[in-house]
């Protein structure tokens, strides 16, 4: 690959992506990311407020209620009238110590939040008191643990039973109409505060917090927002570029100006860098503006990286596949929605690493707390990505050829093309199923991810029976193509023959999921059900039978799926069901031996 060709392909690129641009266009873009922006830096300050005004309160500045209803941004405080509360615009009434409450689901949900909201100030008001002791009686450390029982975080927190030195001065029960008599009033004014942070704020909570301190009842349980702020704000635009980029790839194809380069000294790969390099660089200098802003260092930008390149190839594939602009755009939300599911489902679980190293986005929170990576959790979670977009890119150069590009075949059939064109004999079968890998190691890890949360006597036998379905087609789809293209004799031997190399192929490249010992994922009980392997002294004979246990099956079943593509689609989707019905028995059986 000559890089003064691919230079002047991406000169080429931003001359002409400049020179589509219209005024409408440039507003558009700045408004979208002006607002993602604004957005952003609300949640990271804690600006936003969702049910602000929510509720309608009448309420005397002489009540002792006036004060915490006053300092709830939910409530909106009107005068204490009688007559408004009886038409409806009023959802609570407070006269003297009784509350009155409207005989509705509005008026039940304001009496909750007004006893929530009490309970609150009075804890505020007791963190100012001088006598901390007596205001608090009740300390509480919270500490975290593995599951295997090893402390992960020592929280210290000075809470306190809210019932001491003070009343919440709520109502006995909720959810009745009526009058209801207030036992007591909320202490007075606050005048402590809850703790200062250097950290932004979402919603009361320091957005990267190790722990939690108050009373015992206001202890929630960790919940990563951060991580989930970060992903917005690193992953939106990168929808935003990709669409520009998957339009100017089906641009090429529609006006057939891909004409041009198709006829110049370059080759496709060099193309396809030109045309991708401009966007590439814009992602990374947004990731770059952005971790500036949240305060990350280069180990965020490093794992932004590879999101950017699976975001690119996949719209690149997407824009080669696609027959019209709506085809793309139903694409390319299909892709972002998957790929952000990928991105935001593991970072859901950052209180359990090896689930949360799925997503690259935890590495990014990491930096951002100051803790260090070490160099095997990066790759866990990143090394994935980095080989899948390598091989998008590589399917969607094989297809980057006249016969493909301006033709109007079905995105089926264009993929069947992409696998193909990388398919001459049985050694390219093996190559084609080792580069699948990837892909097969990202959808166990997002299944792992998704599954985490149901009971094991459940997702386990479900997760086996996914990982089969997955691996099966990993092993087939492309031996399919090649049949479809007529790459390979049909008879029963040749079909065999071929089935062995994708058998073999998958055995080899299946050995680069030991990555995850790097980070203990095979500790977790999912996890030591899709990862399964044998250490220790246990029985030589199992092992034996283990590791090489898995070549005979990947070649049976790859040999099987190959006979029936041999002999057509419908054979080939009856057999593919019955590897996969094969290699899930399998999978249960050996998780059984282990277990």
Same mark, same amino acid.
């Given at each position: ?88 615009? !009023? ?50 450390? !919270? ?184 085809? !793309? ?267």
């Amino acid at each position: 690959m000559n890089p003064s060709t691919v230079l002047r392909i991406a000169r080429w690129e931003v001359l002409k992506g400049a020179g589509a641009l219209d005024r409408r266009r440039i507003v558009a873009g700045v408004l979208a990311l002006v607002v993602a922006g604004a957005i952003g830096g609300a949640v990271a300050g804690g600006d936003v407020t969702h049910d602000a005004g929510l509720y309608r309160v009448g309420v005397s500045p002489d009540t002792p209620f006036h004060g915490p209803v006053s300092d709830d941004p939910t409530f909106v405080v009107e005068e204490p009238d009688r007559a408004a509360f009886e038409s409806g615009d !009023l959802d609570l009434l407070i006269s003297g110590g009784t509350i009155h409450v409207r005989n509705d689901r509005k008026g039940r949900a304001a009496l909750a939040e007004l006893r929530t909201t009490v309970l609150r100030y009075n804890d505020r008001t007791l963190a100012g008191e001088p006598n901390q002791s007596a205001a608090f009686p009740v300390e509480v450390n !919270l500490v975290y643990e593995t599951r295997d029982g090893e402390t992960t975080a020592d929280v210290g927190g000075g809470g306190g039973d809210s019932s001491s030195g003070g009343d919440d001065g709520g109502p006995a029960d909720g959810g009745q109409s009526g009058d209801t008599t207030a036992p007591g009033g909320t202490g007075g004014d606050s005048s402590g505060g809850t703790g200062d942070s250097s950290l932004p704020n979402v919603g009361g909570q320091p957005l990267f917090s190790s722990g939690q301190s108050g009373s015992p009842g206001d202890i929630q349980p960790p919940f990563p927002f951060g991580a989930l702020v970060l992903a917005f704000l690193f992953v939106v635009p990168m929808n935003f570029v990709v669409q520009a980029y998957g339009a100017s790839v089906l641009r090429e194809r529609i006006d057939r100006r891909g004409e041009l380069l198709l006829v110049s000294p370059a080759s496709p790969g060099e193309i396809v860098a030109g045309k991708t390099l401009p966007y590439f660089a814009v992602m990374i200098a947004i990731a770059v503006a952005t971790a500036v802003w949240v305060g990350g260092g280069p180990l965020s930008i490093a794992a932004v990286v590879p999101i950017a390149l699976v975001f690119l190839a996949s719209t690149f594939v997407a824009a080669m596949f696609a027959r019209s602009y709506k085809e !793309l755009t139903f694409l390319t939300v299909t892709i972002s929605v998957g790929l952000t599911a990928f991105l935001f489902v593991p970072a859901v679980f950052t209180e359990v690493t090896p689930i949360a190293l799925i997503s690259p986005l935890s590495v990014v929170v990491r930096d951002l707390l100051g803790e260090a990576v070490a160099p095997g959790a990066y790759l866990f979670a990143t090394l994935p990505l980095y080989l899948s977009a390598v091989v998008l890119f590589l399917l969607g150069v094989g297809v980057y050829r006249e016969e493909d590009m301006f033709t109007q075949r079905p995105v089926h059939l264009k993929a069947l093309d992409a696998f193909a064109s990388r398919i001459r004999s049985a050694k390219g079968v093996a190559a084609v199923t080792a580069a699948l890998i990837p892909f097969v190691f990202v959808g166990e890890l997002l299944l792992i991810a998704l599954l985490y949360a149901l009971p094991l006597e459940v997702t386990i036998p479900l997760l086996l029976v996914a990982i089969a379905a997955v691996e099966e087609l990993a092993k087939s789809v492309h031996v399919y193509a090649g049949y479809v293209h007529e790459r390979f004799q049909r008879s029963a031997g040749a079909a065999v023959a071929v089935g062995a190399a994708s058998g073999l192929g998958f055995f080899l490249g299946e050995k680069l999921t030991a990555i995850a010992r790097l980070v203990q994922l095979p500790e977790l009980p999912l996890g030591e059900a899709a990862f399964t392997t044998v250490s220790g002294p246990g029985d030589a004979g199992l092992a034996v039978l283990l590791l090489f246990a898995p070549l005979a099956l990947h070649v049976v079943t790859a040999g099987t799926t190959a006979v029936g593509a041999s002999r057509g689609a419908r054979r080939y989707l009856a057999t593919y069901l019955a590897a996969v019905a094969l290699h899930a028995t399998y999978n249960l059986v050996v998780v059984s031996l282990v277990a």
